[in-house]
């Protein structure tokens, strides 16, 4: 059974820092992209950042690029993602998620998308 578990969310003022984590079980094959989408209230959800094991590339969302960095530990089976300079603009649930293949479904909304978290909430206030 896949599983993915966030955690790390949490509130912070504009400005701060933050680290989510997601730990990954139950990949009977070796999972390539793994990373981050985001939904805030009202808002479709979006792909913030992912890495490909499949050639060793990295997403980032153009509204993140620049504050936010992933990093991966295979031997954990963890994904991280830095949040730094967080914005009120930031403030989503944030979605730990898995497929095969490269970072490309990261670029939309995610519904082709296999594996998932369950959220973790990032609240950042002004």
């Known amino acids: 059974q896949v599983q993915l578990v966030e955690s790390g969310g949490g509130l912070v003022q504009a400005g701060g820092s933050l680290r989510l984590s997601c730990a990954a079980s139950g990949f009977t094959v070796p999972w390539t992209a793994i990373g981050w989408f985001r939904q805030a209230p009202g808002k479709e959800r979006e792909g913030v950042s992912c890495h490909s094991s499949q050639d060793n590339s990295t997403y980032y969302s153009d509204s993140v690029k620049g504050r936010f960095t992933i990093s991966r530990d295979n031997a954990q089976n963890t994904v991280y993602l830095q949040m730094n300079n967080l914005k009120t603009e930031d403030t989503a649930d944030y979605y730990c998620?898995?497929?095969?293949?490269?970072?490309?479904?990261?670029?939309?909304?995610?519904?082709?998308?296999?594996?998932w978290g369950q959220g973790t909430q990032v609240s950042v206030s002004s």
């Open positions: 998620a898995a497929d095969l293949g490269l970072c490309v479904l990261w670029s939309g909304h995610g519904r082709e998308i296999d594996y």
